[in-house]
């Protein structure tokens, strides 16, 4: 059997979660409003957890017991948000169904498996149940679903914020030579001739509704299928030397805000537009933008999904039992607030 790569292994390890096994005659360690969370369950995720970090982050020794230590000091309060996540996409008639399917897929072609069932049997051979690796899909999807909802969607960074941080923090963006570029990716991946030549026509009608004027985020939005789509196809800002040579070559033939004429790879067509090209030195900010968006969002982002786990918590019923400790409880945040500042 092949090996599988790191980003697989991720999935498998946490594809079993203790707390959705099935539920045996046990101590219950907590409860989350109609759900309980049994001391065995917290065991072998704490097991999980070791071996996750050992195999996954490839850690030994003294690292691998640091890292597991302060990583497991916060496994009950994760379990308990993963429950409150769940229970609170049922409440809003979320479904993951057509995304276990998407990823399966997904995973399939990434990693070059020529069928479904060899994929399903790869990921039987590294330990788990199928049916716990699409559970663990399903509880990320549905988890970030709600959080999209509910944090994301609400996090708003404004122009001037933007500018703000970068006049602050100039220097960070000295850069060589370098592009920045969009793509509308159409697979024909594993296709047969007439499916093939289907994909060869939605790729031509992409291109052709960009020459017509039409805006590249809204095209890649409706023909991409690559995982930049729901983005527009923004791809980022890639310094000289990091990208295909094929790209590198269109991109220089390119001038700013140029498309590309459609690209035939070998499982692909493609189209290509150079949103920024850079010579060197210090970003412009129109080319720091992006990144900055993403430094400000992350930073704002992790406190913000604090807050909302912690309202959860206040809004529905949550009880540890003695002996444990659930840090994410509102007097453990404000502690732990407290004792950051």
Do not use: C
Request: aromatic content about 6%.
């Amino acid at each position: 059997m092949r090996q599988f790569p790191a980003a697989i292994l991720a999935l498998v390890f946490i594809s079993s979660p203790a707390w959705a096994q099935q539920k045996v005659v046990d101590e219950i360690v907590a409860r989350v409003n109609a759900e309980i969370i049994l001391k065995s369950e917290y065991e072998n995720a704490k097991k999980e957890l070791r071996d996750l970090l050992q195999k996954r982050d490839n850690l030994q020794g003294a690292q691998l017991e640091k890292e597991y230590e302060d990583s497991q000091k916060n496994l009950l309060r994760d379990m308990v948000d993963q429950s409150l996540l769940l229970q609170k996409a049922k409440e809003m008639d979320m479904n993951a169904d057509l995304e276990v399917i998407k990823s399966m897929e997904r995973l399939r072609q990434e990693n070059s498996i020529p069928t479904m069932e060899a994929l399903e049997q790869a990921i039987i051979a590294q330990g788990t149940s199928l049916d716990d690796f699409k559970q663990s899909i399903r509880t990320q999807y549905l988890s970030s679903q709600v959080l999209g909802r509910e944090v994301d969607s609400k996090i708003v960074i404004t122009t001037e914020q933007l500018r703000s941080y970068y006049e602050a923090h100039k220097q960070e963006f000295d850069r060589p030579e370098g592009v920045r570029l969009s793509e509308i990716t159409i697979l024909t991946q594993e296709k047969v001739p007439a499916q093939a030549e289907l994909q060869k026509k939605k790729a031509e009608d992409a291109l052709a509704a960009l020459k017509r004027g039409d805006d590249f985020v809204e095209v890649a939005k409706k023909y991409s299928e690559s995982q930049t789509a729901q983005d527009g196809g923004g791809l980022g800002f890639f310094q000289k030397g990091q990208l295909a040579k094929f790209l590198e070559d269109q991109a220089a033939k390119l001038e700013k805000g140029q498309v590309s004429d459609l690209l035939t790879l070998q499982d692909a067509f493609m189209i290509v537009k150079l949103d920024d090209k850079h010579n060197g030195g210090i970003l412009p900010f129109e080319l720091a933008q992006s990144e900055i968006q993403d430094r400000l969002w992350r930073e704002r982002r992790a406190p913000r999904i604090r807050e909302y786990l912690t309202k959860l918590r206040s809004e529905g019923f949550v009880e540890i039992r003695s002996g444990y400790t659930d840090t994410g409880a509102a007097g453990s945040v404000a502690s732990e607030a407290k004792s950051q500042n």
